[in-house]
């Protein structure tokens, strides 16, 4: 291999990860991050969470706040919280995901049967294939004009129904393994989310497209004017108390109708996160040609973190799990971006990272987790 790689000594996250940092011990920053919030002043935040709150709680107008929903187990979370322990008002607003399951639609509308008000984001159908197949080609992102709309779309609201507070679940940059120079910054801007969330490809993205200004009104951002006007403040909720995904599912299941798989997720051990869109399978086949690591190392790194795991076991569950290739959804995918197996394929063999993997009947890797 011409780069060297290696795995934190207390997860499995792996040095590919992009912005991720280790320290002198090779622990990566999302074990860094674990260790520090034991020690975590959670009181504090809290108190500047009731604060943020209470500034934004209103009796004249419909909403206090936003929430971003699928009816999976992190927005029913916070939806949950923010209505029942702060006695908030949220909006919740679900962006459509592109290629729905039955599962996913199950929960989303078990959640909304609560009581919630919600609103379903149905973006230009074209557009957002347009988008997603540019992402997918130029960037190996095969859900990039959804993600788009999850943070565009759901501001254009904001600003319609004069809203200024956005809430969304946690920060995976701080949280998974990314940038933590944010893990002390309660509100952060529509820049941060350029660059670490949407990768910096927006711009260009939007451009390759040649969409329409009408085409693009769910996919671009509020102007600045507007976002100004409005004195917008995004935030994550899981900087306000310890963040724990296990934790998240048991309330969703138990107060929001939460539903999990009735088998195992398609390329990890567990069976309650990412059930409603068909394309997630191919989002992680993806990061895992690109940079080593699917969704069992994600999942078990996590429950490394909250001590479900040793670093053994783990490592047991990402051998087998993975690699996970979802060649029977290939045909839907290519049927969804219009384009042919040929160029499918060849756009796998594209983004995959011949430092780490090579090709036989598939791609598989030239590495063995240590």
Request: include cysteine.
């Amino acid at each position: 291999m011409k780069k060297k790689i290696f795995w934190c000594k207390n997860c499995l996250s792996m040095s590919t990860r992009p912005r991720i940092t280790f320290d002198k011990r090779g622990y990566c920053s999302a074990c860094l991050w674990s260790e520090e919030k034991k020690k975590l002043n959670w009181k504090a935040r809290k108190n500047n969470l009731s604060k943020l709150l209470n500034k934004h709680r209103s009796s004249k107008k419909q909403f206090d706040c936003i929430t971003t929903v699928s009816g999976g187990k992190d927005g029913s979370y916070v939806s949950y919280n923010l209505r029942h322990k702060y006695k908030m008002n949220p909006l919740c607003i679900t962006i459509r995901p592109i290629t729905e399951t039955n599962l996913g639609i199950e929960n989303l509308n078990s959640f909304v049967s609560k009581g919630y008000n919600h609103i379903l984001v149905s973006p230009d159908s074209e557009a957002m294939r347009i988008l997603c197949k540019i992402g997918l080609l130029e960037m190996g992102f095969p859900y990039y004009g959804w993600l788009i709309a999850i943070h565009t779309a759901v501001f254009r609201i904001a600003v319609q129904f004069n809203i200024p507070l956005v809430f969304y679940s946690e920060d995976g940059e701080v949280e998974y393994g990314g940038d933590a120079k944010n893990k002390n910054n309660g509100i952060y801007n529509i820049d941060y989310i350029k660059k670490s969330y949407l990768e910096g490809g927006y711009e260009k993205i939007l451009k390759k497209s040649k969409l329409t200004e009408k085409q693009l009104y769910w996919f671009k951002f509020p102007t600045n004017s507007e976002i100004k006007k409005l004195k917008l403040e995004i935030t994550h909720y899981g900087f306000y108390e310890n963040w724990d995904p296990y934790r998240n599912y048991e309330i969703a299941k138990k107060f929001c109708g939460l539903k999990e798989n009735e088998t195992l997720n398609e390329g990890s051990y567990t069976n309650f996160a990412q059930t409603d869109q068909k394309i997630y399978l191919l989002h992680t086949y993806f990061m895992y040609l690109k940079y080593g690591f699917g969704r069992a190392t994600q999942d078990a790194s996590i429950d490394i973190r909250r001590s479900a795991l040793t670093r053994d076991q783990a490592i047991h569950l990402v051998e087998m799990y993975d690699d996970m290739y979802p060649e029977h959804l290939f045909e839907e995918y290519c049927e969804y971006y219009k384009i042919n197996m040929k160029e499918f394929l060849k756009n796998i063999d594209k983004w995959a990272n011949k430092d780490l993997f090579e090709k036989k009947n598939r791609w598989v890797p030239k590495f063995k987790i240590k």
